[in-house]
Nanobody
Framework: QVQLVESGGGLVQAGESLRLSCAAS????????MAWYRQVPGKQRELVAR???????NYADSVKGRFTISRDNAKNTVYLQMNSLKPEDTAVYYCNVAETNGISSWGRGTQVTVSS
């Protein structure tokens, strides 16, 4: 099973940027989807961005034009570049990986807090 470790979260002011990283390690078959989700207390976890087969990308409407997902295949790492951050982007951000054999794995999350 793949292990995921997120990093890069923190406290920033509105308008600033952060880059989240998620490194995948361990035994895994083949990664099909790498994605970022976020969750705030009392709400469901929501998809922020995902990359399918290392190329096709999808974004939540709320982050389009501000966030960019990318992947370093050699490092099995996925990134989320977050620009023009807003207070409503405050959440715990989770990395998710789906393998071609159907196994889905989650990281423990990293807190992003955007002050106004």
């Amino acid at each position: 099973q793949v292990q995921l470790v997120e990093s890069g979260g923190g406290l920033v002011q509105a308008g600033e940027s952060l880059r989240l990283s998620c490194a995948a390690s361990g035994s895994f078959f083949s990664i099909y989807v790498m994605a970022w989700y976020r969750q705030v207390p009392g709400k469901q976890r929501e998809l922020v961005a995902r990359m399918i087969r290392g190329s096709n990308t999808n974004y939540a409407d709320s982050v389009k034009g501000r966030f960019t997902i990318s992947r370093d295949n050699a490092k099995n790492t996925v990134y989320l570049q977050m620009n023009s951050l807003k207070p409503e982007d405050t959440a715990v951000y989770y990395c998710n990986v789906a393998e071609t054999n159907g196994i889905s794995s989650w990281g423990r999350g990293t807190q992003v807090t955007v002050s106004s």
